[in-house]
């Protein structure tokens, strides 16, 4: 089966800075790559999601990018605020019709003010 | 959008006894139902996969004598814990999917075995 790899396990950024979190795939069939924010006791919420035909989309601070050929996708935020503090999830889903969804192991981001 | 509904949203249960999760899709018809168990710091695992009127699907190392998944209808989806344990304590979250809008999730429920 697929197995997804995400690092760092966590990450802290101060107020204004960058933060990228990165996932490796093993299965060449992965076609949908969603990436979560979930808050302590939360559902996982979608913040950005890219397929298998795009390399690359935004969506104001938030960008994904996709490698298929070296397997990898990363998360990417700009202008980080202490709000956006929170574990990030990775996954990767190799059906057409999505299936099963295979989840990194998260990221906790803690942004300082 | 789509919204699964899951109830309860927290609960306590004396060790032996048994619990029950539901979710349900309230604006949707959720043909296929994923349910996730989460423990503290840790990702989601998969349990199982439940497909509307025919037996879940259940992952490896996942006891299905334990963990009973109905999926009758369209609409309801439910996940009893049976003889629970202590060490069955954790979040558990169902999710359901869609073709346009990707997973829905539930809102999940905090299980408590004492």
């Known amino acids: 089966g697929e197995n997804v790899e995400q690092h760092p396990s966590t990450l802290s950024v101060q107020e204004g800075d960058s933060a990228v979190i990165k996932c490796t795939y093993s299965?060449?069939?992965?076609?949908?790559f969603p990436w979560y924010k979930q808050e302590l006791g939360k559902r996982p919420q979608l913040i950005i999601d890219?397929?298998?035909?795009?390399g690359e989309k935004k969506d104001q601070r938030i960008a994904v990018t996709l490698n298929k050929t070296a397997k990898h996708f990363s998360l990417h935020i700009t202008e980080t605020q202490p709000e956006d503090s929170a574990v990030y999830f990775c996954?990767?889903?190799?059906?057409?019709?999505?299936?099963?969804?295979?989840f990194g192991r998260g990221t906790q981001l803690t942004v300082w003010p | 959008g789509a919204v699964v509904s899951q109830h309860p949203s927290w609960v306590i249960c004396k060790s032996g006894t048994s619990v029950k999760i539901e979710c349900r899709s309230l604006?949707?018809?959720?043909?296929?139902m994923f349910w996730y168990r989460q423990f503290p710091k840790q990702s989601l695992m998969l349990m199982a996969t439940?497909?509307?009127?025919?037996?879940?699907?259940?992952e490896q190392g996942v006891e299905k004598d334990k963990f009973l998944i109905n999926h009758a209808s369209l609409t309801l989806s439910t996940l009893t814990v049976t003889s629970a344990h202590p060490e069955d304590s954790s979040f558990y979250i169902c999710?359901?999917?869609?073709?346009?809008?990707?997973?829905?999730f539930g809102s999940g429920t905090r299980l408590t075995v004492v």
């Open positions: 999710s359901a999917e869609q073709v346009i809008d990707g997973y829905t």
């Open positions: 299965d060449s069939a992965s076609n949908y």
């Open positions: 890219i397929r298998s035909n795009v």
């Open positions: 996954a990767a889903s190799t059906s057409s019709t999505l299936g099963r969804l295979y």
């Open positions: 604006d949707f018809q959720a043909t296929t």
């Open positions: 439940s497909n509307e009127g025919s037996k879940a699907t259940y």
